[in-house]
């Protein structure tokens, strides 16, 4: 953990600083803003929200993390599944194991939770280094199929051979 970082569970009244973390990381970012924000709202307007991490430095958040539930089936049987979707880290503090931090901790709160397989969709050499997989998410038909579409499971249980993963509907509402 970086000095002075403290992850802590979302609360309601850290919304409005989690909305401009999300819009500032994500403005300097290479694919620039995208509705991410709205993404973060949308999920947790809908309940699809499994669990919302901060990193707090001195009282101000640089960081943020969002699960959200997904429908995943794995070699016919349904999977408790979640994806990873935003991760923001405030440009002034980025490049500090923010994001590594703010991921190991979400990992273990869905572990806690007794979730089975995590998916993300983002840089394949950075989030191999936490478990994820583009062998695995090669495995399932998905809107987000690709190179980029990665998962990991979080209960030790087997690969399974193939499935179907699906996001929590505010990803479809993005456009």
Same mark, same amino acid.
């Given at each position: 953990m970086p000095d002075g970082v403290r992850i802590r569970p979302a609360e309601a009244s850290d919304g409005e600083a989690i909305d401009a973390l999300i819009r500032a #990381?994500? #403005?300097g970012s290479t694919h620039g803003y995208q509705g991410e924000a709205? @993404?973060?709202h949308g999920i947790e307007a809908d309940g699809d929200a499994l669990v919302s991490l901060v990193a707090d430095v001195e009282g101000a958040i640089a960081g943020h993390i969002l699960?959200?539930?997904m429908n995943v089936e794995a070699d016919g049987r349904s @999977?408790? #599944?979640a994806g990873l979707a935003p991760l923001s880290v405030s440009p002034v503090h980025q490049r500090r194991g923010i994001g590594g931090a703010l991921i190991r901790a979400g990992l273990d709160a869905l572990r806690e939770r007794g979730v089975a397989i995590g998916f993300v969709l983002g840089d394949t050499a950075y989030y191999s280094r936490f478990g994820y997989s583009a062998d695995l998410g090669a495995r399932f038909v998905s809107p987000f199929a690709g190179p980029y579409f990665m998962a990991m499971r979080l209960d030790g249980g087997a690969w399974p051979s193939e499935g179907r993963a699906d996001y929590a509907p505010a990803f479809a509402r993005l456009g």
């Open positions: #990381a994500f #403005a709205e @993404l973060v699960f959200s539930r @999977l408790a #599944a």
